[in-house]
């Protein structure tokens, strides 16, 4: 049953984009996928996804830092929360960014009169792919951080490593390939 839902509901309409799509001549697919609209869905998509991404490597990576860190009270709520965008689907994640962002919801109120835009815009889409992105960062940059070995802080201390090259010389590195996996 299972199968067959998925070859259904995904592998036909793959299929039937292919077998349209090889109907085609290279002009002709040519033309359709590089006229100025399809090109600016293009940039728009890279631009946001890009942003999207290094703002979810920056707060992932300090989001994480700061649950393995520090003890504060209701540590564990917030650690829970992160999980919260896995459980939502993600177009309701939209519908209730949207909700709100407009000029009438509970920060459009403020930001709109500022000129900040937050709803239907390129930085409505980026703060829903933070959103939705964030939490693989914390979820891959948490574990290597719990793991990490102090002794090899204490020796860079040692060796007279202030904090912020302790930080970029020993625990930056070893956390990029998770930072990069999120």
């Not at 299972?2 to 697919?29: D, E, H, K, N």
């Not at 909700?99 to 409505?124: D, H, Q, T």
């Not at 914390?138 to 860079?156: I, N, Y």
């Not at 970029?168 to 930072?179: H, S, T, Y």
Request: net charge neutral; aromatic share 16%; hydrophobic share 60%.
């Amino acid at each position: 049953f299972t199968l067959s839902y998925l070859g259904v509901m995904v592998l036909i309409p793959l299929v039937a984009c292919l077998v349209r799509v090889s109907s085609l001549t290279w002009p002709q697919f040519w033309g359709a996928v590089w006229t100025p609209r399809v090109r600016a869905a293009f940039i728009f998509s890279f631009e946001v996804s890009l942003s999207a991404a290094v703002i979810s490597v920056l707060l992932g990576t300090l989001i994480a830092w700061v649950l393995v860190r520090y003890d504060f009270p209701f540590r564990r709520f917030f650690d829970s929360m992160v999980d919260l965008p896995f459980a939502l689907p993600t177009a309701v994640a939209g519908l209730v960014y949207s909700s709100l962002y407009v000029e009438s919801g509970w920060l459009g109120r403020f930001l709109v009169p500022l000129g900040i835009n937050g709803a239907y815009s390129p930085l409505a889409v980026v703060l829903v792919l933070v959103f939705v992105g964030m939490p693989f960062v914390v979820r891959t940059v948490q574990p290597v951080l719990e793991t990490f070995d102090g002794e090899m802080e204490e020796a860079a201390h040692l060796l007279g490593a202030n904090r912020w090259q302790t930080f970029w010389r020993v625990l930056f590195p070893n956390m990029i390939p998770a930072a990069i996996a999120g």
